[in-house]
């Protein structure tokens, strides 16, 4: 299963798309997929560039909505 990072990653064309965008270092941009305990961000994107990477979408740069940011909702088992 993927992660939040990796899924928006994917929808931009790659890190250094999403480099650009946010203003951000590939480098950077690689630690949204790692663990916390690795100095990641445990699979999110955090705020500031999520907001840079909506404002593309909106100008048409990129093709990502609010709900590219959350995980997909699991449905319990009955």
């Known amino acids: 299963i993927s992660s939040v990072a990796d899924h928006v990653i994917r929808k931009c064309g790659g890190v250094a798309t999403v480099a650009k965008i946010t203003g951000r270092t590939p480098g950077n941009v690689h630690k949204w997929r790692q ?9 999110l994107v ?9 404002a593309a979408a909106r100008r048409g740069e990129v093709d990502l909505t609010p709900a590219d ?8 088992a009955e």
């Open 46 to 54: 955090p705020a500031g560039p999520a907001a840079d990477l909506m």
């Open 35 to 43: 663990p916390k305990a690795k100095g990641g961000t445990g699979g």
């Open 69 to 76: 940011f959350f995980p997909p909702v699991q449905e319990a």
